[in-house]
Nanobody, 112 residues
Framework: EVQLVESGGGLVQPGGSLTLSCAAS????????MSWVRQAPGKGLERVSVINSGGGIADYADSVKGRFTISRDNARNKLYLQMNSLKPEDTAVYYC?????RGQGTQVTVSS
């Protein structure tokens, strides 16, 4: 059974930083493209970033480009999202995703 468990969310002031982590299990993590998606209050899902299986190729939504960095540790079955220069509009529940499967999410709130 695929399991994705996110952690690292919280309350941060505008301009601050957070690092999200995702622990993956139940599948061969190193073989799959992984992504981070988010859902802001009252809005639909937005794919924030995606990374290839080897970790060498990543893509970002225009809204986070230059501020967020996705990475992975295939030896530890972990996915990360480093978020810098956070803005109030980054407030959302962030999910780690494999295909259409998501974890339970972690709340990120950017507010002064």
């Amino acid at each position: 059974e695929v399991q994705l468990v996110e952690s690292g969310g919280g309350l941060v002031q505008p301009g601050g930083s957070l690092t999200l982590s995702c622990a993956a299990s139940g599948f061969t993590f190193s073989l799959y493209v992984m992504s981070w998606v988010r859902q802001a209050p009252g809005k639909g899902l937005e794919r924030v970033s995606v990374i290839n299986s080897g970790g060498g190729i990543a893509d970002y939504a225009d809204s986070v480009k230059g501020r967020f960095t996705i990475s992975r540790d295939n030896a530890r079955n972990k996915l990360y999202l480093q978020m810098n220069s956070l803005k109030p509009e980054d407030t959302a529940v962030y999910y780690c995703a494999k295909d259409l499967i998501r974890g339970q999410g972690t709340q990120v709130t950017v507010s002064s």
